[in-house]
């Protein structure tokens, strides 16, 4: 009786503390003592230039103002505290034909940057607000409602004018000291040129929604996984994600920062295991619209092994780095991919290209430089060169190469404090299946007031 008892004394004892702890914390804080407010002004311009082939379109240009208002409470006092957060999100059109904001003949799907109406032009504007109520209990939070995850299995997109956003739930837990563990459950997503929330899927299954066979999508995403620091620089992954009958997918990190005695290195190791689910498992399922791309998969079958491996040397303001990625398996990586601009935890996730077509390897250089090192405070360049082969296609192997180059500064003192400036330029030149090559500029100014 006392050998059965004593664990359940301990944890109890052990809960008491954490209790007595959080009471005491809560006295210094709370609800509106915590909460914070803020706004971000984004003006983004973009231009895409696509060199080669008939098919339309031979240009996309967008150019909008966009505000981000972030709203977020602090908890209530007590053992459980409660909150809520919000975020609005409103973006107006500034520059945008019809000819510009081609939108595929499809009704509902957007632009680059904004939703098209039912002729096809950009819309004037477009707005959505997201609330989250949370809840906490020592070191463990739990949220419901509007998400922005940032994870190996599953990551937003804030590479336009305004975010994507999820919906559903998420538990966050650091009880124990280093461990950060994560599980939830997404259920719907809100593209970044979107006000609407719709439900999820992958590249292969997200065509046009008049099309039902190839716009099969699901509402039950499950993920679950943590990272765990095994010294102070040395952080091992492990997350696994499950979007119902399409993908099951397992992922393991390691990363790791080194002190050398002239400057640092950083690794960053990378291991994806994908497989089919449900419906995708099947042929008839995957007859039925439940596939994915790649080539010679039986008609879309998820069978995936990608393999990455990243190294940066850092010195006084530069750095110079270098990595190796495989996509082994007959399908495409998979991801939530709703075929309104989306986001993969892959190295070569980059400006245009996402370099994930199975069987291809890409090798990777990059150089940054950040100006403070010589009394430039704010100042920040970098260039990026990816080169992909042996892409599995019908005729022969393809190949695909993209460069990356972006000039930011911020000011750093003064009334305008924050105030940002960007410009990003990409060249993206492929001969793989269904990929053209392009040109991309994007200028981007923004700035952020904290109200409170």
Known sequence: MYKRSLPTAVALAGLSIGAQAQAAESAQHGFIEDSTASITARNFYINQDNRDGAAKPSKQEEWGQGFILNLQSGFTQGTVGFGVDAIGLLGVRLDSGKGTAYNSGSVGKGGIVF??????????????????????????????????????????????????????????????????????????AKGRNSSNNESLTIAGSNGNPITAKSNQRSNEFYYAGGDYKITKDLTAQYYYGNLEDFYKQHFLGLTHNWALPVGSLKSDLRYFYSDSDGKNASQEGRIAGYRSTGYNNKNG???????????????????????????????????????????????????????????????????????AAIGLPGLTTSVMYLKGDNIAAASYDRSEWERDFTLGYVIPEGSLKGLGFTWRNAALRSDAAGQRDQDENRLIVSYTYKFF
């Open 301 to 371: 079958e998820v069978d995936n092994r990608t393999w990455s491996a990243k190294f940066t040397y850092s010195l006084e303001g530069h750095a110079l780095s270098a990595g190796y990625q495989r996509v082994n398996g007959t399908s495409d990586f998979p991801f939530l991919n709703q075929g309104d601009g989306s986001s993969s935890y892959l190295i070569t996730d980059v400006q245009i290209g996402k370099f994930q077509r199975a069987g291809e390897r890409t090798w990777l250089a990059g150089y940054a430089y950040d100006f």
């Open 115 to 188: 939703p098209s109406d039912s002729d096809g032009r950009a819309v004037d504007e477009f707005s959505s607000l997201g609330l989250t109520a949370k809840a906490r209990i020592s070191k463990t939070e739990l949220r419901l409602g509007t998400l922005m995850p940032k994870l190996p299995v599953v990551t937003y997109n804030d590479g336009r004018l305004l975010p994507q956003t999820f919906e559903g739930g998420q538990v966050t837990s650091n009880e124990i000291d280093g461990l950060t563990l994560v599980g939830g459950k997404l259920e719907h």
